[in-house]
């Protein structure tokens, strides 16, 4: 989370140092060398097209340009890994499309040598353009996501716990704060994972069916989600019939961490059960939009009441959904 935001929430003081990512040495050293090799035989490659091929003993290209533009290619992704180098953890998609790269060539190359299109000394090439930066790529993704994660925890329990600070901090789209809609009824927070989530609709179709009746038994609806507050957005739940509800932009996700609702891990987001449910959703006609906000946080329903927190149902896979009516049952019988 940024300092400033902590800040301003009060949850540290204005003086506090910066936290810095601690990445390992190493990390930096095999982006620099990555950059470096890939710069010189990009180079190589495009002043001279031909003597790879002679070296390995092959025809040379009728078409040199297309070589050419390969090695220039390889010679951008070399400043991309340099730039990569000063901060792994934060420019990790570089690395992850680096690799996949270094993935993808070996398969093709793999495919060439079955069909006797390429001779096997040309794997000299393979070998130190896309094999030996597997394990280093590798380590340094799982280090990074095992650093977000750890970091987003660390983050969630500062904030957990706060909510009468968010809740009186973030306001509607008119201007209202939580604390302000929930003194006159028990009000229920929906928290949407992303709006192009196949679930998240899914999840508005059934709020929109069940409105009513949640209005009839006295509670007032409020929608957070992680887009940009504006006229998309507004059509966005114009679409399900929801765009009078209060909704509340947290792309910070401030909310979201004050009450405890967590992101999650690759199999709760993209395992069994999110594609058993998410098959017959878009079949369904909820279909699948651009991703808008953190794509891992999961969603979940909120109740609260002058701004206390009476009950939280925090949704544990990408795929899980609540019961609007059964939430209202037990707090009716409860309270």
Same mark, same amino acid.
């Given at each position: 989370?940024?300092?400033?935001?902590?800040?301003?929430?009060?949850?540290?003081? /204005?003086?506090?140092?910066?936290?810095?990512? +601690? $990445?390992?040495?190493?990390?930096?050293?095999?982006?620099? &060398?990555?950059?470096?090799?890939?710069?010189?035989?990009?180079?190589?490659?495009?002043?001279?097209?031909?003597?790879?091929?002679?070296?390995?003993?092959?025809? /040379? +290209?009728?078409?040199?340009?297309? !070589?050419?533009?390969?090695?220039?290619?390889?010679?951008?992704?070399?400043?991309?890994?340099?730039?990569? @180098?000063?901060?792994?953890?934060?420019?990790?998609?570089?690395?992850?499309?680096?690799?996949?790269?270094?993935?993808?060539?070996?398969?093709?190359?793999?495919?060439?040598?079955?069909?006797?299109? *390429?001779?096997?000394?040309?794997?000299?090439?393979?070998?130190?353009?896309?094999?030996?930066?597997?394990? +280093? *790529?590798?380590?340094?993704?799982?280090? /990074?996501?095992?650093? !977000?994660?750890?970091?987003?925890?660390?983050?969630?329990?500062?904030?957990?716990?706060?909510?009468?600070?968010?809740?009186?901090?973030?306001?509607?789209?008119?201007?209202?704060?939580?604390?302000?809609?929930?003194?006159?009824?028990?009000?229920?927070?929906?928290?949407?994972?992303?709006?192009?989530?196949? $679930?998240?609709?899914?999840?508005?179709?059934? =709020?929109?069916?069940?409105?009513?009746? =949640?209005?009839?038994?006295? &509670?007032?609806?409020? =929608?957070?989600?992680?887009?940009? %507050?504006?006229?998309?957005?507004?059509?966005?739940?114009?679409?399900?019939?929801?765009?009078?509800? +209060?909704?509340?932009?947290?792309? %910070?996700?401030?909310?979201?961490?004050?009450?405890?609702?967590?992101?999650?891990?690759?199999?709760?987001? *993209?395992?069994?059960?999110? *594609?058993?449910?998410?098959?017959?959703?878009?079949?369904?006609?909820?279909?699948?939009? @651009?991703?808008?906000?953190?794509?891992?946080?999961?969603?979940?329903?909120?109740?609260?009441?002058?701004?206390?927190?009476?009950?939280?149902?925090?949704?544990?896979?990408?795929?899980?959904?609540?019961? &609007?009516?059964?939430?209202?049952?037990?707090?009716?019988?409860?309270?």
């Amino acid at each position: 989370m940024k300092t400033a935001t902590l800040q301003q929430l009060g949850l540290i003081s /204005a003086d506090a140092p910066t936290w810095k990512h +601690p $990445f390992a040495p190493w990390m930096r050293l095999t982006l620099v &060398f990555a950059g470096i090799y890939n710069i010189l035989w990009g180079a190589f490659v495009v002043l001279f097209p031909y003597t790879l091929f002679e070296w390995c003993g092959m025809e /040379a +290209p009728n078409y040199p340009e297309l !070589w050419q533009c390969i090695g220039m290619i390889v010679g951008v992704y070399g400043i991309g890994y340099w730039a990569a @180098a000063s901060n792994p953890y934060k420019h990790w998609a570089i690395v992850l499309v680096g690799l996949l790269g270094k993935v993808l060539g070996p398969l093709g190359f793999a495919k060439a040598l079955i069909e006797a299109r *390429f001779p096997l000394s040309f794997g000299a090439n393979i070998l130190t353009n896309d094999l030996i930066w597997w394990i +280093p *790529f590798t380590l340094i993704l799982q280090q /990074a996501y095992a650093h !977000w994660r750890k970091l987003d925890e660390d983050d969630t329990l500062i904030y957990h716990g706060q909510h009468a600070i968010t809740f009186r901090h973030l306001k509607s789209q008119d201007g209202e704060t939580v604390v302000e809609l929930s003194q006159d009824a028990p009000l229920m927070l929906v928290f949407l994972r992303h709006i192009g989530c196949t $679930f998240c609709r899914s999840m508005l179709h059934d =709020l929109r069916d069940n409105l009513a009746y =949640l209005e009839s038994v006295g &509670f007032t609806v409020a =929608l957070v989600h992680m887009s940009d %507050e504006n006229d998309e957005t507004h059509a966005f739940f114009e679409h399900f019939g929801l765009e009078e509800l +209060p909704r509340f932009s947290d792309k %910070e996700r401030v909310l979201y961490k004050s009450v405890g609702l967590r992101r999650g891990n690759l199999h709760q987001l *993209f395992g069994w059960e999110s *594609f058993a449910k998410g098959i017959p959703a878009i079949l369904d006609g909820h279909g699948i939009g @651009a991703l808008e906000g953190d794509g891992f946080q999961l969603s979940g329903v909120v109740v609260l009441h002058k701004g206390i927190i009476l009950k939280v149902d925090a949704h544990v896979n990408a795929s899980d959904s609540t019961d &609007f009516i059964e939430i209202t049952k037990v707090f009716i019988h409860e309270h």
